[in-house]
Antibody
Framework: EVQLVESGGGLVKPGGSLRLSCAAS????????MNWVRQAPGKGLEWVSS????????YYADSVKGRFTISRDNAKNSLYLQMNSLRAEDTAVYYC????????????????WGRGTLVTVSS | QSVLTQPPSVSGAPGQRVTISCTGS?????????VHWYQQLPGTAPKLLIY???NRPSGVPDRFSGSKSGTSASLAITGLQAEDEADYYC????????????FGGGTKLTVL
């Protein structure tokens, strides 16, 4: 079955760190660019970060730049998000999302999503 | 404030046709960048509904259609069904500081 499964979420204090993981299965993970998209409680979707298939190209939203680091291990079919200096406004469900194979850089869309993992930043 | 503007809510009776708008600017939709649409059923992850303005992934009913004109895009749903009740999001590329990939604020569709 083609799927993405996130893990690693939880409760963390402001200023703390957390590492999210996303396990991919059912497709050739190493052929796809991958992303993290988040959704604050009761709010809309926000793109967070993107990494190309070979990790050559990495992008971040301004809201997380300098605090979050995206990475991947193609041998383990896994995507990661290291989150440091967490703030209350980082509280959200974090989704792992695959880039559609027919989309280029400007036309990028997300054709496969995981169920998400909840990150709560609170003292 | 989202770069792509959607109405907070729309509603329609079963069998009716509804449209959801997504209004952008010259730095995104108006610049010719593609618009994509996602459906998020209550308590679930988003699902790709329309890509490249008007293309449906395999498995998406033809009741769902997308279009784009100028600085706006629209999602149309015909033959409305109870299971269509969900949040809908548009997404595109933005060349301003808001980008690169941006979502609309989302529209809650209620089936009356």
């Amino acid at each position: 079955e083609v799927q993405l499964v996130e893990s690693g979420g939880g409760l963390v204090k402001p200023g703390g760190s957390l590492r999210l993981s996303c396990a991919a299965s059912g497709f050739t993970f190493s052929s796809y660019s991958m992303n993290w998209v988040r959704q604050a409680p009761g709010k809309g979707l926000e793109w967070v970060s993107s990494i190309s298939s070979s990790s050559s190209y990495i992008y971040y939203a301004d809201s997380v730049k300098g605090r979050f680091t995206i990475s991947r291990d193609n041998a383990k079919n896994s995507l990661y998000l290291q989150m440091n200096s967490l703030r209350a406004e980082d509280t959200a469900v974090y989704y792992c999302a695959r880039v559609g194979s027919s989309s280029g850089y400007y036309g990028r869309y997300f054709d496969l999503w995981g169920r998400g993992t909840l990150v709560t930043v609170s003292s | 404030q989202s770069v792509l503007t959607q109405p907070p809510s729309v509603s329609g009776a079963p069998g009716q046709r509804v449209t959801i708008s997504c209004t952008g600017s010259s730095s995104n939709i108006g610049a010719g960048y593609d618009v994509h649409w996602y459906q998020q059923l209550p308590g679930t992850a988003p699902k790709l509904l329309i890509y490249g303005n008007s293309n449906r992934p395999s498995g998406v009913p033809d009741r769902f259609s997308g279009s784009k004109s100028g600085t706006s895009a629209s999602l149309a749903i015909t033959g409305l069904q109870a299971e269509d009740e969900a949040d809908y999001y548009c997404q595109s590329y933005d060349s301003s500081l808001s980008g690169p990939w941006v979502f609309g604020g989302g529209t809650k569709l209620t089936v009356l």
